[in-house]
């Protein structure tokens, strides 16, 4: 052997003792599990990097079940868009099964919170709110009555699994939900109730409440701590206490973890995986928690994860690990892998996350297509950023400013969000232009309005929805697209190509914008060799190159061109 083989050697020796120590130790604690678990890629694959992810409120998509409209004594008397307004988990299940997100190029679903919230409601700035948005926990181990049952939820995830398309859970555990007249407050040494966060630095984003009456979880504390009385009694109403406390003594007796607040809701977390399947996190607030318990949350779901594709061989989709996206709000990929706290940079993708959201991709987009793609495949594929993946977004249901607020260019968010590089975030009503400017709202109850499925009675919305099935298809189909490079070929008419070589796999695409309607003719040489036949995924027609070239006759500005298999 070479001396530089052994020096090579000794290096991954080394690197393999580190991470087997880091992943089998949490805050000094020896993880006592006997499940085996692949090693953690220091890359993110392809799939999430290429990932078009549909996020929804899941109140405001689709109701699927009347019955569960208003349990637990909630009443539809808030203010504007501040009640339940029956969306629920039959209705996604529904959704999934015509087959909408399937012609949308959807291979992953995120919705927000499902577990039970705080049965009552606010009355501050905003009127009278109640937690249909699903921010407000009262119980970790529950659903909500309003989005329906365990029964749904888990033909919810089999059905996604059937189509190809992979659940994220929206997780929180920066804060409970509120005190309201119908629930209680958390204990003192669960939670702080304040000074309110100033932003200032670390420790005045961490170790605070966002606003007053939200309690922060003492998610820094490692002392013991015991149920909170309320919740006990709650579970011994419901006939299951015993059965919950056996199972968080041998949770706590098997790792070692002390009995603080994180701990408990990293199990309780943990036990969604465990039972469904559930294929990753987002992760809210994520920059207001000490940035340790992310990696302490991923090391307990990857566990579940394994444990649960090893129960359920059939219904594993294949070979993906557990992934977690996190929101560390106005996160952009101008700071690399850092988030800045002011007195501190902290890298979030070194703590459990393979991918953050984009906080940036709305101020990007509004430079030319060039200059937002060629940004993006510069940093995606540079040294810093090629292991890890960025979620990019043009609306959302807590930004004041999307990039489109009156949906005056729904086509163009749709180019500019499906084409880029990167995973791609479609806001519920992206591809049919749902109003974001609701009469009568207050706040970001504007961006929530119910999902506008009557709207597909009319000509321009369901032109408008082709637009972005024909793109969402293509991008799924290729993912060069999200995860490969960008090259401009012409700047007028606008040509670009997207390759990818990785793992055996290559896929190559060339796709041209703001191009003249009618006939034209594009050079394809860069990508395409003479006499081969390439379709034009937009039209569906079908050419062979000649002298480097294509004709096409068709009646758009647009061509996605691939090769013919």
Not at 128 to 144: E, I, N, Q, S, V
Not at 205 to 222: A, E, R
Not at 513 to 539: C, H, W
Request: aromatic share 12%.
């Amino acid at each position: 052997m070479k001396f530089s083989d052994k020096i090579l050697l000794k290096k991954y020796l080394f690197l393999f003792f580190i991470f087997f120590y880091s992943s089998c130790t949490i805050n000094n604690k020896i993880e006592k599990t006997t499940t085996v678990i692949p090693p953690v890629e220091s890359t993110v694959s392809n799939f999430w990097k290429n990932a078009t992810v549909y996020f929804l409120l899941t109140d405001r998509f689709n109701n699927g079940d009347k019955t569960n409209d208003f349990p637990l004594n909630r009443k539809k008397d808030g203010a504007v868009l501040r009640s339940f307004e029956g969306g629920d988990l039959k209705g996604i299940t529904l959704k999934i099964k015509e087959g909408y997100f399937d012609k949308l190029g959807v291979n992953a679903i995120w919705m927000t919170p499902i577990i039970e919230q705080v049965h009552g409601a606010t009355d501050e700035g905003t009127g009278k709110t109640y937690a249909y948005h699903g921010y407000w926990a009262k119980d970790w181990t529950r659903l909500d009555p309003n989005f329906g049952t365990e029964a749904d939820f888990a033909e919810l995830i089999e059905t996604a699994h059937q189509h190809g398309i992979r659940i994220l859970m929206d997780v929180v555990i920066n804060h409970t939900g509120p005190v309201t007249k119908n629930d209680l407050q958390w204990p003192d040494n669960w939670v702080r109730t304040g000074p309110t966060c100033q932003y200032k630095d670390l420790e005045t984003t961490v170790s605070c409440t966002l606003v007053d009456n939200l309690p922060d979880i003492k998610t820094g504390n490692n002392e013991a701590v015991e149920l909170p009385t309320f919740l006990k009694e709650k579970w011994a109403a419901e006939g299951r206490l015993a059965q919950e406390e056996k199972s968080l003594d041998a949770f706590f007796e098997k790792t070692g973890y002390p009995r603080a607040p994180r701990f408990y809701l990293i199990k309780w977390f943990r036990d969604w995986v465990r039972k469904y399947g559930i294929d990753g996190f987002r992760v809210d607030t994520a920059k207001h928690t000490e940035a340790e318990i992310w990696k302490e949350l991923k090391h307990e779901s990857r566990i579940a994860f394994h444990e649960w594709k090893q129960a359920n061989p059939a219904k594993a989709l294949d070979a993906e690990d557990f992934y977690m996206v996190g929101e560390v709000y106005n996160y952009g990929v101008d700071g690399g892998k850092n988030y800045d706290y002011g007195d501190q940079k902290v890298d979030f993708f070194a703590n459990g996350f393979e991918g953050l959201i984009n906080f940036a991709f709305k101020w990007d987009a509004k430079n030319s297509y060039e200059s937002l793609f060629s940004k993006y495949s510069q940093v995606l594929n540079g040294s810093e950023m090629q292991s890890v993946s960025v979620l990019n977004y043009l609306t959302s249901h807590d930004d004041s400013s999307p990039f489109d607020a009156e949906r005056l260019k729904p086509f163009e968010v749709g180019t500019k969000l499906l084409l880029s590089p990167g995973a791609a975030q479609i806001y519920y009503g992206d591809e049919i232009a749902r109003p974001l400017v609701i009469e009568g709202t207050q706040g970001d109850a504007t961006l929530r309005s119910f999902m506008n499925w009557e709207d597909l009675n009319k000509k321009s919305t369901k032109d408008l929805l082709r637009h972005w099935q024909k793109l969402g298809q293509f991008r799924k189909a290729h993912p060069s697209i999200g995860a490969g490079k960008h090259e401009q070929l012409q700047a007028k008419p606008y040509l670009f190509k997207r390759t990818l070589n990785a793992d055996n796999h290559q896929d190559k695409v060339l796709v041209g914008l703001d191009l003249k309607q009618g006939q034209k003719t594009i050079p394809v040489s860069a990508v395409f060799e003479n006499d081969m036949e390439v379709r034009d995924f937009y039209s569906g027609k079908t050419v062979t190159v000649k002298a480097g070239k294509i004709q096409l006759n068709t009646d758009f500005d647009i061509v996605l061109i691939e090769k013919v298999n």
